[in-house]
T-cell receptor, first 115, second 112 residues
Framework: AQTVTQSQPEMSVQEAETVTLSCTYD???????LFWYKQPPSRQMILVIR??????QNATENRFSVNFQKAAKSFSLKISDSQLGDTAMYFC????????????FGQGTRLTINP | NAGVMQNPRHLVRRRGQEARLRCSPM?????VYWYRQLPEEGLKFMVY????????ESGMPKERFSAEFPKEGPSILRIQQVVRGDSAAYFC??????????FGQGTRLTVV
């Protein structure tokens, strides 16, 4: 069975700072996908970034980037130049693609950006 | 192209009543997924459906819960004889075959 662990229940930084959210996972599979989702107070699940395990290059999306360490089974999210609108719950998620997009989520990290 | 539509957004049921949650996938999406989010937790997979077929229901409780995705109309998650422990946010996601999944805004079920 696959598991996803987020060891930081809460984090808080000042606006414009850089913050890194941690995520580790456990799997015996070799081909899989990893995701970071953002859930603001509206509860909408918003895909932030996606990484395919077969790609060595770390994914980036504007101010968001990941540090994917496959051997260590680690997938951290870095948010640069943080903004007030980044305040949300952040969930790390894992998926084996077997014709179904069945996601396994971590417990979440509540991130607060302070003005 | 409207996103994944879930209704109602909020649903209150008394213990023992039935809850029906609806999910209209994005246009062109034939795959639907249901997830449950308990307070202060991540989402947990419940069931994966394609039109008229349940493909994977490994996350569904064995009793009282059922799901369908008919040829016409939205996908329905049905919870019979609700109990307080069913109170949660229920999310639907949809995708095309081999495509990216998008989430709806969820239905918050409160059992009183």
């Amino acid at each position: 069975a696959q598991t996803v662990t987020q060891s930081q229940p809460e984090m808080s930084v000042q606006e414009a700072e850089t913050v890194t959210l941690s995520c580790t996972y456990d799997t015996s599979e070799n081909n899989y996908y990893l995701f970071w989702y953002k859930q603001p107070p509206s509860r909408q699940m918003i895909l932030v970034i996606r990484q395919e395990a077969y790609k060595q290059q770390n994914a980036t999306e504007n101010r968001f980037s990941v540090n994917f360490q496959k051997a260590a089974k680690s997938f951290s999210l870095k948010i640069s130049d943080s903004q007030l609108g980044d305040t949300a719950m952040y969930f790390c998620a894992f998926m084996i693609y077997q014709g179904a997009q069945k996601l396994v989520f971590g417990q979440g990290t509540r991130l607060t950006i302070n003005p | 192209n409207a996103g994944v539509m879930q209704n109602p957004r909020h649903l209150v049921r008394r213990r023992g009543q039935e809850a029906r949650l609806r999910c209209s996938p994005m246009k062109g999406h034939s795959h639907v997924y249901w997830y449950r989010q308990l307070p202060e937790e991540g989402l947990k997979f419940m069931v994966y459906l394609q039109k008229e077929n349940i493909i994977d229901e490994s996350g569904m409780p064995k009793e009282r819960f059922s799901a369908e995705f008919p040829k016409e109309g939205p996908s329905i998650l049905r919870i019979q004889q609700v109990v307080r422990g069913d109170s949660a946010a229920y999310f639907c996601a949809s995708s095309p075959p081999a495509g990216k999944a998008f989430f709806g805004q969820g239905t918050r079920l409160t059992v009183v």
